[in-house]
């Protein structure tokens, strides 16, 4: 019987799963829905869209890794876009410690004419009563 192993990262402060790791270009179907509620809507800065397309931040034909991290929701007209050329996109570390790098996913995207946007991922359901504590 053949064995699959999996890497699930968790939060070290709260313990709830933070990311999956895929070797496979395709993200699989669990972190596609953990990207899709993390992202909730198109990722680019400037759009609101439903995501259609689960993207790469940096490019897997690059060594982007098919993980949490470096995935983003984009619509198909964003995708599309960020493909030309003088598109370049990374995300930041995320962090759960406090003072620390934002603890949200961050995408920071360069169009072709040096503009330079960023966007960070909504919080997610609940987050906000979990973090300012509950009386």
């Not at 869209?49 to 984009?74: F, K, W």
């Not at 876009?81 to 598109?87: N, R, S, V």
Request: some cysteine.
């Amino acid at each position: 019987t053949p064995v699959t192993l999996r890497r699930l990262y968790l939060d070290p402060v709260s313990g709830e799963l933070t990311a999956m790791e895929s070797k496979a270009r395709a993200f699989p179907a669990g972190l596609t829905r953990m990207i899709r509620t993390r992202d909730q809507t198109c990722r680019t800065p400037w759009c609101d869209a439903p995501i259609r397309h689960i993207d790469h931040i940096e490019p897997h034909a690059e060594g982007g890794r098919t993980s949490y991290a470096n995935g983003q929701g984009l619509c198909e007209a964003c995708n599309q876009a960020k493909e030309a050329p003088g598109w370049n996109s990374s995300s930041t570390p995320v962090s759960s410690r406090r003072n620390d790098v934002s603890p949200r996913h961050t995408v920071r995207t360069t169009t072709p004419t040096g503009h330079t946007y960023s966007s960070m991922a909504p919080p997610l359901p609940g987050a906000a009563s979990a973090i300012g504590g509950a009386s």
